[in-house]
Antibody
Framework: EVQLVQSGAELKKPGESLKISCKGS????????IAWVRQMPGKGLEWLGI????????RYSPSFQGQVTISADKSVSTAYLQWSSLKASDTAMYYC???????????WGQGTLVTVSS | DIQLTQSPSFLSASVGDRVTLTCRAS??????LAWYQQEPGKAPKVLIY???TLQSGVPSRFSGSGSGTEFTLTISSLQPEDFGTYYC?????????FGGGTKVEIK
């Protein structure tokens, strides 16, 4: 069974750093792209970027380039999303999702709620 | 970036109604479009990909059509479990943008 399991909710202060994770299982992790999607409270879905764990090829949305860093460690079948200096506006639910060969997201993680507040 | 505009933004309909949601792209994307349903507090779930291909396990009352810049998602007979927000996503080129969503309420 394909599963993406994300790390737990985080409460951080502005200016702090953070790295959240998404662990894949039940399939060949290195052969499928993993995307990250943001959902701010009460708002729609926003595509942040995507990584191919096989060679760490990464693409970012221009809106998020430089704001976040996407990485992967294929030895532990895990993708990551990180911030070096959080802002209150980073408060959101973050989802990882596997990209199917037809490019749609067929499996999603359960989401990680990130709250940034002083 | 390719922009997607969904309409309406909100829809209230009765069980058994035929419902049509629209997604318009800012430039031609062929058939490179997917539709997702998101229930409150849950991750999105894919319904349709390649504009009209039903994902395995999705009820046949859902159907998709369109190509180029205009796409529709139709629910032939709305069921109580169909509430939630529906999003389209273009799969033509990075960034893989989403539409703003249509919230469906069951009357």
């Amino acid at each position: 069974e394909v599963q993406l399991v994300q790390s737990g909710a985080e409460l951080k202060k502005p200016g702090e750093s953070l790295k959240i994770s998404c662990k894949g299982s039940g399939y060949s992790f290195t052969n499928y792209w993993i995307a990250w999607v943001r959902q701010m409270p009460g708002k729609g879905l926003e595509w942040l970027g995507i990584i191919y764990p096989g060679d760490s090829d990464t693409r970012y949305s221009p809106s998020f380039q430089g704001q976040v860093t996407i990485s992967a460690d294929k030895s532990v079948s895990t993708a990551y999303l990180q911030w070096s200096s959080l802002k209150a506006s980073d408060t959101a639910m973050y989802y990882c999702a596997r990209r199917d060969t037809n490019w749609y997201s067929d499996y999603w993680g359960q989401g990680t709620l990130v709250t940034v507040s002083s | 970036d390719i922009q997607l505009t969904q309409s309406p933004s909100f829809l209230s309909a009765s069980v058994g109604d035929r419902v049509t949601l629209t997604c318009r792209a800012s430039q031609g994307i062929g058939s490179s479009l997917a539709w997702y349903q998101q229930e409150p507090g849950k991750a999105p779930k894919v319904l349709i990909y390649a504009a009209s291909t039903l994902q395995s396990g999705v009820p046949s009352r859902f159907s998709g059509s369109g190509s180029g810049t205009e796409f529709t998602l139709t629910i032939s007979s709305l069921q109580p479990e169909d509430f939630g927000t529906y999003y389209c996503q273009q799969l033509k080129s990075y960034p893989l943008t989403f539409g703003g969503g249509t919230k469906v309420e069951i009357k």
